[in-house]
């Protein structure tokens, strides 16, 4: 048996950070933040340097003002939390599995029931250059025999949850919204009677709110995410019917409307960000204080590259830049108890909450699933109707081994780029479909993001700490709004 003297130790995988005056180490192995003491500190950054004994770093810590006991404890913690690791006593932990069990619960399914849309967006993934949906001699309309049917296995398929859901889609969703009104009249029957729970929300472009949907929505407490870039200008720049027209001046008397009746719902608006549409901080303004939207989410286009909408290094640039500004805004407004609508900081946030060591960048294939509007399966919304991509069919179930197939080839450990990078916990290689559409692969780790992923994790780190330091009560308020019901 080797002695504790002779054991060398080495600085185990972290990230280290500043936030409020405080050290802070962000520890890979288990997606968990400590803060940390001058002693630990100066430790660790020693042990960066060279490995040392187990009496060595006694000593060193005892030179720091530790007692001797006291030393020999925080040597134990360090070693428990994998800050300090050692080949002898904290062996590498053994691979986890590349898929998760074939009975894995369903949590949500995204009902895209319908795949036509009365605009003609220039960026879209699903219609445009870009896209991997085949939906050519398929329904365009799902029919109420395929969403009670989508119901039904959704029920079946989530044993021993007590709260499911499901998020409507499309195409443009609401061009089908009788079928969306007799499937929340299904689901909550089916619920009821299973004593169990269901929420629901959609994604629409707003052109189709009428007071009738606005008014079934908030009765229903359906949330609701607009898709939309921003003010007139940049909502028109794109985002336009299928005669080239924008379509701002159509949806803003609507939204109002909307944002009118949303009680106790979140409204949240997703903006994409495409060449020429990075000016972050002026969208934000617009949706969230002119609009009222409770949410403002942003994201770079997806897309092969080869666009001329797509962003490049500067368009980048900028746009992380504006991120930035938003950020300590939201951290301005944490400090001080009050939610922000910044959901590209809550997001991370509330994931370093729940302390997310993600084996797969999303739960696309696990707990979540698409439906095409015949019924086929697909890993989310953003593969329906892609044949290569389908996973089985509502009325015969999923097909295991392509599950398998997909959620291997998409584990994080199954990414070689991923195994050195410390944001890999939350990320974990990045958006399936992002990556099949610029690599061809939905398992290649999304590489043209890397470098940005990790500026953004270290930021909201640096918030996380800061608001843990000096006012951790917000994020305990934050962690109660984000814990199931």
């Not at 500190?41 to 040392?52: D, F, H, I, N, Y």
């Amino acid at each position: 048996m080797t002695s504790m003297a002779a054991v060398k130790y080495r600085r185990g995988e972290l990230h280290e950070f500043q936030a409020a005056g405080q050290a802070f180490i962000y520890l890979v192995s288990a997606g968990a933040i400590f803060a940390l003491d001058d002693a630990a500190t100066a430790v660790l950054r020693r042990l960066g340097r060279q490995e040392m004994s187990h009496d060595e770093l006694v000593d060193a810590l005892v030179g720091h003002g530790h007692a001797r006991a006291d030393a020999e404890e925080l040597i134990g913690e360090l070693r428990y939390v994998r800050g300090i690791v050692s080949d002898v006593v904290t062996p590498a932990p053994a691979v986890g599995p590349t898929s998760p069990p074939a009975d894995f619960p369903l949590q949500a399914l995204v009902l895209n029931i319908t795949n036509q849309c009365n605009l003609a967006c220039t960026y879209c993934y699903e219609f445009g250059a870009d896209k991997i949906a085949t939906p050519e001699g398929k329904p365009k309309y799902m029919t109420l025999d395929t969403a009670t049917a989508s119901v039904d296995f959704l029920l079946a398929q989530s044993a021993g949850r007590e709260a499911v859901h499901i998020t409507f889609f499309g195409g443009e969703t609401l061009m089908n919204f009788k079928l969306l009104r007799q499937v929340v009249e299904y689901a909550r029957e089916q619920v009821a009677m299973q004593g169990r729970a269901i929420g629901f929300s959609l994604t629409t472009n707003a052109t189709l709110l009428t007071d009738e949907i606005i008014e079934f929505l908030a009765d229903n407490d359906i949330g609701v995410t607009v898709s939309m870039d921003g003010p007139p200008d940049l909502q028109d720049l794109r985002r336009v019917d299928k005669r080239g027209r924008g379509t701002y001046r159509i949806i803003e008397p609507k939204l109002r409307k909307l944002l009118a009746r949303k009680r106790n719902r979140l409204v949240t608006a997703r903006v994409t960000l495409t060449e020429g549409v990075t000016d972050v901080i002026r969208i934000y303004r617009h949706l969230k204080d002119d609009l009222g939207f409770d949410e403002v989410g942003f994201a770079p286009v997806t897309n092969s590259g080869a666009q001329a909408y797509a962003l490049d290094d500067r368009g980048m640039t900028d746009v992380v830049a504006e991120f930035h500004k938003l950020a300590d805004e939201w951290l301005e407004y944490a400090l001080r108890g009050e939610r922000h609508g910044f959901s590209n900081v809550s997001e991370t946030i509330g994931e370093l909450i729940q302390g997310a060591n993600k084996s797969h960048p999303c739960g696309a294939g696990i707990g979540l699933l698409g439906v095409s509007p015949s019924g086929d399966l697909s890993p989310c919304h953003r593969f329906t109707d892609a044949d290569t991509h389908t996973l089985g069919h509502v009325s015969s179930g999923v097909d295991t081994a392509k599950r398998e197939d997909f959620l291997a080839r998409g584990h994080v450990s199954a990414k070689y780029e991923c195994q050195t990078c410390w944001a890999r916990p939350l990320c974990a290689g990045g958006c399936h479909h992002e990556a099949f559409v610029r690599y061809g692969d939905t398992g290649h780790a999304n590489l043209h993001y890397c470098d940005w992923i990790r500026q953004w994790t270290d930021t909201c780190l640096r918030i996380y700490g800061a608001v843990s330091a000096q006012n951790p009560q917000f994020l305990e308020r934050l962690a109660a709004r984000k814990a199931p019901q």
